[in-house]
């Protein structure tokens, strides 16, 4: 399993998007503008980030 961690957090609402979209923001665990989750850096968490980039803010967390 990866030990590095992204830092997401939600940057712009939801309202207009697909529902595809809204669904992996809900599955990436946000819900209110400006909530941060921190998740692991796995293929699965990355093309969820990747298809909702222009509404989120990524960086990556130190390995701990």
């Known amino acids: 399993m990866s030990d590095r961690f992204l830092g997401v957090t939600l940057r712009r609402g939801l309202a207009g998007e697909r529902p595809r979209?809204?669904?992996?923001?809900?599955?990436?665990?946000?819900?209110?503008?400006?909530q941060r989750v921190r998740l692991?850096?796995?293929p699965e968490n990355l093309g969820?980030?990747?298809?909702?980039?222009?509404?989120?803010?990524?960086e990556k967390d130190a390995t701990e």
Do not use: S
């Open 21 to 34: 979209t809204r669904a992996c923001v809900r599955g990436l665990g946000l819900r209110r503008i400006g």
């Open 40 to 42: 692991r850096e796995t």
């Open 48 to 58: 969820m980030v990747g298809k909702a980039r222009h509404l989120l803010a990524v």
